[in-house]
């Protein structure tokens, strides 16, 4: 498979740059993955697909405000983005700057916070905050929300509640997992109404979710790696509705990636660690019934993702039928809801 076989064409101007007016008021296309059949529905109207006894799964994972500013010694500006938070007083971040900081070297950022670089892993930096202050509230002082870098706009007060999940609980991920962003308060508990169920998975949200592939043959690709937890109850409620015939319905590609890494020959077993599963077509799903999910970029990981379970081609003909009927794409944009091919 090569990865210009996910290509389709996208105008710029269907690429959303703030968040709808409502968290629920988004467009949801509903996709049959078996037949192709397509409707073009609201985000309102997804009780109506799910059934009772449907368990939704979602990723509580909390966004950390990972964009942080300032300057070398020498004056030169430079951005660093948190890629994960490794002890009280370091984290992994990659760096912005005209010329990349040597180790030993010192940053001042906002606020007169001072870091040192400690050594570089790849992409990423080592860095080593000179401060009695934890990280996390360093962070939460003077860092930015981690907007996508397609959302050509600095962040605003309100991104800050708006690209967050009502159920947001662990801090660590620095891109929103978000099918999540859809659903508020009254969502939930109108599906929990109709007798849906409920569990919940964390996967922190790395920065590399936005690297492009930059191999051809897709099977060479190695994905990033992304802090996982899945709990015993949550493995307890899936393992039951898998049992008893309900549907495991995910709400976005980073709860697939999660559910199908603790997966154990079909039943769900406990797992707290790095995922790196890559998913594209051809992978046999173990414990994914239906997904909820964004659009995605052309030829990235979470569209081939998309294409595995809802099938290549079915996927490809509902994104050229969204961008036909001005649907809005990525992290602010509308949902897709999908059943299997």
């Not at 008021?25 to 192709?36: I, N």
């Not at 001072?114 to 990280?135: I, K, N, S, Y």
């Not at 949200?205 to 992304?226: K, L, N, S």
């Amino acid at each position: 498979m090569r990865k210009s076989d996910f290509h389709y064409s996208l105008p710029h101007d269907l690429i959303a740059q703030y968040p709808a007016t409502s968290r629920t008021a988004s467009r949801l296309l509903a996709l049959d993955g078996a037949s192709g059949a397509r409707r073009d529905l609201r985000f309102t109207d997804l009780p109506a697909l799910l059934r009772a006894g449907d368990l939704l799964v979602f990723n509580d994972t909390r966004v950390i405000s990972a964009r942080l500013f300032g300057h070398k010694d020498s004056g030169g500006r430079i951005e660093v983005l948190v890629e994960r938070i490794l002890d009280t007083h370091r984290v992994l971040a990659q760096l912005r700057a005209s010329k990349p900081p040597k180790p030993g070297q010192k940053l001042t950022l906002e606020g007169n916070v001072t870091m040192t670089v400690q050594q570089r892993e790849g992409e990423f930096h080592h860095l080593q905050f000179e401060t009695d202050a934890p990280v996390t509230e360093i962070l939460e002082r003077i860092g930015h929300v981690p907007l996508p870098p397609y959302i050509e706009r600095a962040d605003n007060a309100s991104d800050s509640e708006r690209y967050q999940t009502v159920y947001a609980h662990h801090p660590g991920a620095v891109a929103a997992p978000t099918a999540g962003l859809h659903f508020d308060e009254a969502m939930i508990a109108r599906l929990q109404g109709m007798g849906a169920e409920s569990a919940f998975v964390t996967l922190h949200v790395g920065a590399g979710t936005f690297q492009p592939i930059r191999v051809d043959d897709i099977r060479e690709h190695r994905m990033h790696a992304e802090y996982l937890s899945v709990s015993q109850v949550a493995c307890d409620k899936i393992n039951t509705a898998k049992r008893e015939g309900r549907r495991v319905v995910a709400v976005g590609t980073t709860v697939v990636r999660a559910l199908e890494t603790a997966a154990d020959n079909g039943s769900m077993a406990p797992y707290e660690g790095e995922t790196e599963i890559f998913i594209y077509p051809g992978y046999r799903f173990r414990v994914v019934d239906a997904l909820l999910t964004n659009f995605h970029l052309p030829e990235s990981t979470l569209l081939m993702l998309v294409c595995a379970f809802g099938g290549t081609e079915s996927v490809l003909n509902a994104y050229r039928h969204a961008v036909q009927q001005k649907y809005r794409f990525y992290s602010y944009g509308d949902a897709m809801f999908v059943t299997p091919a």
